[in-house]
């Protein structure tokens, strides 16, 4: 068991459910991320990933400086901005490895592709800077959750391209559940953070299935 896992393996309340809900429902349970991170992908499809990747999170302001700007959770502050800090170094790792690993493979329909990822964008935007109590953090939080689940798969796509992997930036999972346990004071506010972390994880999943698709367009994988 690896010692994040093992940190939060006995957590329970709103930091217990929440991480449970990422070990069942985030990123690393995808059957295609899972084929990525064999080490036995083609390059063009790990490349396809970074560039989406990049697309949906290499942008200012971020997920996390919206929801630091729209959280009305004075205790979630420092983690915000500490995760927004953090994030800053993951979007500059992302668009060096965007750089090294060359152009967008191509891809039929690569205009409905752009569409979708500019759809799943938008409604991040949405749930970042929702005004409901508890609904920007729940969703900051997720991604901070099932942000290793993909930073392993750009890992290796920097092993293949010659890049140096840095640290990733964010804040550990435990540290996270410390926060999500101070944040969840009453249960409207749970619930909402529930909601905005049940969504972001459904855009992760979406975009993987996104991902998947256009791996099966451009030939067998």
């Known amino acids: 068991m690896?010692?994040?896992?093992?940190?939060?393996a006995g957590l329970?309340?709103?930091?217990?459910t929440l991480v449970a809900l990422v070990a069942a429902d985030g990123s690393a349970t995808h059957p295609y991320l899972t084929r990525l991170s064999s080490g036995i992908a083609p390059l063009r499809d790990l490349g396809d990933l970074v560039h989406q990747i990049c697309l949906l999170h290499a942008r200012h302001p971020d997920l996390f400086e919206q929801a630091a700007a729209h959280s009305r959770q004075p205790a979630a502050a420092e983690w915000l901005a500490q995760s927004a800090q953090?994030?800053?170094a993951e979007r500059a790792y992302l668009v060096r490895l965007v750089a090294a690993a060359g152009p967008l493979p191509s891809t039929p329909g690569q205009a409905a592709s752009e569409a979708a990822v500019t759809a799943q964008r938008h409604a991040l935007d949405m749930l970042a800077q929702s005004d409901r109590n508890g609904c920007a953090d729940g969703t900051a939080i997720a991604l901070a959750l099932d942000w290793p689940a993909i930073r392993a798969v750009l890992d290796i796509l920097a092993g293949r391209v010659?890049?140096?992997p840095i640290e990733n930036q964010l804040p550990?999972?435990?540290?996270?559940?410390?926060?999500?346990?101070?944040?969840?004071?009453?249960?409207?506010?749970?619930?909402?953070m529930?909601?905005?972390?049940?969504?972001?994880?459904?855009?992760h999943r979406g975009l993987i299935d996104l991902l998947e698709a256009r791996a099966?367009?451009?030939?067998?994988y």
């Not at 329970?12 to 217990?16: I, M, N, P």
């Not at 559940?177 to 009453?186: C, E, K, N, Y």
């Not at 529930?194 to 855009?203: I, N, P, R, S, V």
């Open 2 to 8: 690896k010692p994040e896992t093992a940190r939060t």
């Open 194 to 203: 529930a909601f905005g972390a049940q969504q972001m994880l459904a855009q």
């Open 216 to 220: 099966s367009a451009r030939g067998k």
């Open 86 to 88: 953090g994030f800053a």
């Open 172 to 192: 550990p999972a435990f540290e996270t559940a410390t926060v999500i346990d101070v944040l969840a004071g009453s249960m409207s506010v749970e619930r909402a």
């Open 12 to 16: 329970s309340g709103a930091s217990g």
């Open 162 to 164: 010659g890049v140096d």
